[in-house]
C-alpha cells in the first residue's frame, strides 16, 4: 500500500511564476491537508480539503495561493507569482476519516 | 489563534537515558498525535491517542493524553542513536478536523 506521494520532491522558481506542487493521498484517504514550514520551525497549517470541497482554508493567504483536490486526480496546491518569501517546505497529509493523517516527504520549493 | 507550547525546545542525552517531552494549550484538543521527523524527510506517525488520560506505547515510545484534554506528553524509555531527530505534537481542535502542531522537540543522543 504506497504511502502519501508529492511531486516534485524540489521546485525552483524566479520570482513572478507559478508553482503547482501536487500530492496523491494513499489509497483509500479522502481528507487531504497542506502545510508550510520553514528552516528549524513546526509546520503550519494551510488547508485542509476533501475530494472536490474546501472545507478549511484559515491558514492559506488569500492572494496568490488555491488549492484543490478534484473528484479524479491529485491534490495541487497551486501558488501564483511566487516571491521569495514562498521558500520552504510543503507538506501534503492524508487521512481515512479525519483522525491520524500521515504524510509524504514533501516539496521543497526555492525562490530565486 | 490557538497555540501549542512544546517543550523543551531540544535536548541532549546520553544513550540509553529516558527522555520526556509534552505540549500544552490553553485550548481543548480531543486527539493529539505524536511524530517524528528526519532532515530532508516528512513526519511519520508515533502514536495516536483519542481518549483524555489514555496512555498508549509502541515499542520504546509511551504517550499520554491530558485529563485536562489540553496537554499530552512522549516518554521515550532508553534511548538509542536513531532517536535523534525532531519530535512534533499535534492536537485537533475539538469539533474540527484541524490539527494544531506544536513547535518542536529537537532530540540528539550522545553515544
Known amino acids: 500500500n504506497a504511502g502519501v506521494m508529492q511531486n516534485p520532491r524540489h521546485l525552483v522558481r524566479r520570482r513572478g511564476q507559478e508553482a503547482r506542487l501536487r500530492c496523491s493521498p494513499m489509497?483509500?484517504?479522502?481528507?487531504v491537508y497542506w502545510y508550510r514550514q520553514l528552516p528549524e520551525e513546526g509546520l503550519k497549517f494551510m488547508v485542509y480539503?476533501?475530494?472536490?470541497?474546501?472545507?478549511?482554508e484559515s491558514g492559506m493567504p488569500k492572494e496568490r495561493f488555491s488549492a484543490e483536490f478534484p473528484k479524479e486526480g491529485p491534490s495541487i496546491l497551486r501558488i501564483q507569482q511566487v516571491v521569495r518569501g514562498d521558500s520552504a517546505a510543503y507538506f501534503c497529509?492524508?487521512?481515512?476519516?479525519?483522525?491520524?493523517?500521515?504524510f509524504g516527504p514533501g516539496t521543497r520549493l526555492t525562490v530565486l | 489563534g490557538q497555540q501549542l507550547n512544546q517543550s523543551p525546545q531540544s535536548m541532549f542525552i546520553q544513550e540509553g537515558e529516558d527522555v520526556s517531552m509534552n505540549c500544552t494549550s490553553s485550548?481543548?484538543?480531543?486527539?493529539w498525535l505524536w511524530y517524528k521527523q528526519d532532515p530532508g524527510e516528512g513526519p511519520v506517525l508515533l502514536i495516536a491517542?483519542?481518549?483524555?488520560?489514555e496512555l498508549t506505547s509502541n515499542g520504546r515510545l509511551t504517550a499520554q493524553f491530558g485529563i485536562t484534554r489540553k496537554d499530552s506528553f512522549l516518554n521515550i524509555s532508553a534511548s538509542i542513536p536513531s532517536d535523534v531527530g525532531i519530535y512534533f505534537c499535534?492536537?485537533?481542535?475539538?469539533?474540527?478536523?484541524?490539527?494544531?502542531f506544536g513547535t518542536g522537540t529537537r532530540l540528539k543522543v550522545l553515544a
Open positions: 499535534a492536537g485537533r481542535i475539538s469539533g474540527t478536523y484541524k490539527y494544531i
Open positions: 485550548s481543548i484538543f480531543n486527539t
Open positions: 480539503l476533501q475530494k472536490e470541497n474546501i472545507i478549511d
Open positions: 489509497k483509500g484517504h479522502s481528507h
Open positions: 497529509a492524508s487521512s481515512r476519516d479525519g483522525n491520524e493523517q500521515f
Open positions: 491517542l483519542y481518549k483524555a488520560g
